[in-house]
């Protein structure tokens, strides 16, 4: 609840917390405190420290598992987000493959299902599949809505999930140029979520004001919106909700130069876009074309025993994606099979 506030330094106290609490008397992590990491991954992921949140949300996965694989749900749509995030969007696919068995083998309720589907959605607006997202959209009937207020009048979780589930078709009708209908969105919806304080909504709803404002070559308006988003976001420091839209919103943030902003967080804000997504130490590789970091972490896999799915559950990626790294590790390194590749690693320095 914290986290969707935007308190998101009482949210990291309180999962901080509950994880120091969670381990038995011989020291050991108990499995519930899956919960607690996945949760401080979240919290990592929206402070842009997307290596530590990865760690977390995998350990956390792990942990869930050994108590009830259904409470490991939330944990691959945190994956989700943050392989969008980095943009290894193959990965995202395969982290809400994953979300969605767990979703259909305990089908008790819809809801459930719809988180999934709407990542989904999420997944394919970042991919540029627009036709598969209007598909989404059409189901949920959000073609024939011109009243976007009258969405918070269901029954609670209902109005909860359209809600959220029309966020998505706004940044839909935002990257296909339906501007019109992106503003009527966000003036429909945006009180509710303010009443019901998730700032997280809030901010994603004025972000994307901003930006349709300046695409709509409306730039004074598109400052005022942005500023408006920093004022909310600055007391809880969000950051990756904005790094998230890229150089479009770069450009905002620099006409918002000098407004009433507060200054530290916006020099903050405005390093961490300079910033590369991940900081990972770059092995020296004598090849015409480098091993990507996905590729050198199958690659040490391969000089296990583990099988190609075993290697895919090792990364939480599907096993048609680890067979497409290995593809490319062979190519880069010119060989046919698996030793052979781990025994030009070896002779390269790369292993």
């Known amino acids: 609840v914290r986290l969707r506030q935007g308190r998101l330094n ?12 969670a381990y038995d008397k011989q020291g050991n992590l ?15 992921r929206e402070s842009n420290q997307l290596d530590k949140a990865y760690d977390l949300i995998v350990k956390g996965i792990e942990q869930t598992n050994l108590w009830r694989d259904v409470a490991a ?88 999930l359209l809600s959220r589930e029309a966020v998505i078709f706004a940044r839909l009708c935002y990257k296909q140029g339906v501007y ?56 809880s420091g969000f950051l990756r909700i904005y790094l998230d839209e890229g150089k479009p919103l770069l450009t905002l943030l620099r006409k918002a130069a000098g407004s009433a902003v507060p200054q530290p967080y916006y020099n903050q804000l405005l390093a961490h876009f300079s910033k590369p997504i991940d900081v990972v130490h770059v092995i020296p590789q004598p090849l015409v074309e480098p091993l990507s970091e996905r590729e050198l972490d199958v690659l040490r896999l391969l000089a296990t025993n583990l099988t190609a799915p075993e290697i895919a559950e ?23 099979k698996r030793s052979a590749a781990v025994g030009k690693a070896i002779e390269l320095g790369i292993l």
């Open 180 to 235: 019109q209908r992106v503003l009527q969105i966000v003036q429909g919806i945006s009180p509710y979520f303010q009443q019901l304080g998730r700032l997280d909504s809030v901010i994603e709803l004025t972000i994307l004001k901003s930006l349709t404002l300046q695409a709509m070559s409306a730039g004074e308006g598109a400052v005022t919106a942005i500023v408006d988003a920093l004022k909310i976001s600055a007391p």
């Open 30 to 44: 108990l499995p519930i405190a899956g919960e607690t990491l996945m949760g401080l991954g979240e919290y990592h």
């Open 73 to 160: 749900l939330d944990g691959y749509i945190s994956l989700a987000r943050l392989y969008i995030s980095k943009r290894e969007l193959d990965e995202a696919e395969a982290a809400l493959d994953k979300a969605m068995q767990l979703a259909q083998k305990y089908d008790v309720l819809e809801l459930d299902d719809r988180l999934v589907e709407m990542w989904q959605a999420r997944l394919w607006i970042a991919r540029g599949d627009y036709t598969a997202a209007e598909r989404w959209a059409q189901a949920l009937g959000f073609d024939m809505i011109s009243d976007w207020e009258s969405l918070q009048y269901q029954k609670h979780i209902q109005a909860m």
């Open 314 to 336: 090792e990364l939480i990626v599907g096993v048609t994606t680890v067979r497409t790294h290995v593809k490319h590790i062979y190519s880069k390194l010119d060989v046919h």
């Open 10 to 21: 009482e949210a990291y106290e309180l999962y901080h917390h509950s994880t120091e609490r």
